[in-house]
């Protein structure tokens, strides 16, 4: 790698690292990568046009270098490690969507059709709360600029006495565990030019690593039970609570895959048939009947179970709408659908703006 060169931009003092195999056949611009050690944000990378340039980190917002194209600007807060209640009631509003997989242009274009974000991109929920459940990672070319603006609008949430849940999915596990199979090629040159592997951009020492790792994996709102794949039967053979679950999550989310395995539960929790995992609620040779579903239920004391990680065309209705299927294929790229809950009737909010009621798929 070529000696670094130091140049003085925008007030920035900005180091660019240049000189790679990857880099020199790819225009990629990624970032920023901000690192905060012992808790206190430091410095960050920036990938501009294939050049890898630090900024230091001298007050809340984080400043792009010149150059550097339309990169997130995050304004950093202490809120990021706080660990939210799991459980909330008398909840007037809910929306709720699923696996972005790094389709930023698709979820900015639903959150502002569906009013969910003003016209600079702020939160527009006002004391409603907002339910991601999971897989922002993978797959697409703009992990950061999902992340980095469902972070602004986390502490944004916050402050107007609304929620956002940032639920992890089965991606964010992979990811966090160093599994990196489903990364887009552009993150291979942000891993070259930064001489770090991708997990290690959201390690712990990084903002965004230390965020995701205060979220957690399952929440109860109102008479509605979120997660990414699935509750399965599996889990009322456990002594399983929804709090027990989101803290041994936490625990173990950096806990190496073999360690993992030697644990009947934690397996059962970050594999097989765990509420990251399950799919047992769509077509297949094991789907659950309305039965199987009503144990379900009652077991948690709500009427309905929303999930994500099976692709569908549209938010869907399963068994009366006591499943409720929130991944629209955003992951495609081309459209996608939320899940509106205002007063507890049910709707689908459109791409293009808009809702309509939820009605339910009777298989």
Not at 2 to 14: E, K, M
Not at 91 to 114: C, E, K
Not at 191 to 203: H, W
């Amino acid at each position: 790698m070529a000696l670094p060169l130091i140049f003085l931009s925008s007030g920035l003092l900005a180091t660019v690292l240049t000189g790679s195999s990857l880099a020199s056949q790819h225009d990629v611009t990624d970032g920023p990568y901000v690192f905060a050690p012992d808790r206190k944000p430091d410095n960050a990378s920036w990938i501009c046009h294939s050049e890898h340039k630090q900024t230091h980190i001298d007050s809340p917002k984080v400043l792009r270098p010149e150059n550097c194209g339309e990169l997130p600007q995050p304004t950093l807060h202490e809120l990021k490690n706080t660990v939210e209640a799991d459980s909330f009631s008398g909840v007037d509003t809910i929306v709720a969507f699923s696996d972005v997989h790094g389709q930023y242009d698709v979820m900015h274009t639903l959150l502002r059709n569906q009013g969910v974000i003003d016209k600079d991109d702020n939160w527009a929920l006002g004391k409603a709360h907002l339910v991601i459940t999971g897989d922002m990672f993978d797959r697409g070319p703009q992990i950061n600029e999902v992340l980095w603006l469902v972070y602004q609008l986390d502490k944004q949430a916050q402050e107007a006495g609304g929620r956002l849940h940032l639920l992890m999915g089965n991606h964010e596990q992979m990811v966090l565990k160093g599994d990196l199979r489903y990364i887009h090629p552009r993150y291979k040159v942000t891993e070259e030019l930064t001489d770090r592997k991708y997990d290690a951009l959201y390690g712990t020492e990084t903002e965004l690593g230390q965020w995701l790792r205060s979220k957690h994996t399952l929440v109860k709102i109102n008479d509605m039970l979120f997660m990414h794949g699935g509750i399965s039967p599996d889990w009322l053979e456990t002594d399983l609570t929804i709090s027990k679950a989101n803290n041994l999550y936490r625990e173990h989310i950096d806990t190496p895959k073999q360690e993992i395995k030697q644990s009947e539960l934690l397996n059962f929790l970050f594999y097989k048939n765990g509420p990251t995992w399950y799919r047992g609620y769509f077509k297949g040779k094991n789907m659950l009947n309305e039965k199987q579903i009503d144990q379900l239920l009652a077991h948690f004391g709500v009427n309905h179970i929303v999930v994500g990680h099976t692709s569908q065309d549209r938010v869907l209705g399963r068994f009366n709408n006591k499943i409720i299927a929130i991944d629209s294929s955003i992951k495609r790229g081309e459209s996608g659908e939320l899940l509106w809950v205002e007063d507890g009737k049910l709707s689908r909010g459109l791409y293009q703006g808009g809702k309509v009621s939820l009605t339910s798929d009777q298989d």
